[in-house]
């Protein structure tokens, strides 16, 4: 069974910078092509960004791309997001997730088998 456990949430100013990170644990990381996914209040899970297994491809939501920046370190089984230029439409909780195979999309949520619990991230205007 694998676990991910996500860190590096809080409070910042808007144009403020955060650094999550998700580590994994159970099986070899470098099996797991890796996404993070948000959920506003009141709205679905969405795409933010994804990176691939051995970390040379990477996906962003149009929202994000220029401001976050994915990557993953893969002796130390962790996925980070580098988040800066917040706006306080990026406030949500922020999940990791896992999966050993992609069929269509990184960006689709049912690619994804093992999930974090989720780390809440909110930008003050």
């Known amino acids: 069974q694998v676990q991910l456990v996500e860190s590096g949430g809080g409070l910042v100013q808007a144009g403020g910078s955060l650094r999550l990170s998700c580590v994994t644990s159970?099986?070899?990381?470098?099996?797991?092509?890796m996404g993070w996914f948000r959920q506003a209040p009141g709205k679905e899970r969405e795409f933010v960004a994804a990176i691939s297994w051995s970390g040379d491809s990477t996906y962003y939501a149009g929202s994000v791309k220029g401001r976050f920046t994915i990557s993953r370190d893969n002796a130390k089984n962790t996925v980070y997001l580098q988040m800066n230029s917040l706006k306080s439409t990026d406030t949500a909780v922020y999940y990791c997730?896992?999966?050993?195979?992609?069929?269509?999309?990184?960006?689709?949520?049912?690619?994804?088998?093992?999930w974090g619990q989720g780390t809440q991230v909110t930008v003050s205007s």
């Open positions: 159970g099986r070899t990381f470098s099996r797991y092509a």
């Open positions: 997730a896992a999966t050993t195979a992609i069929r269509r999309a990184f960006s689709l949520e049912a690619e994804y088998d093992y």
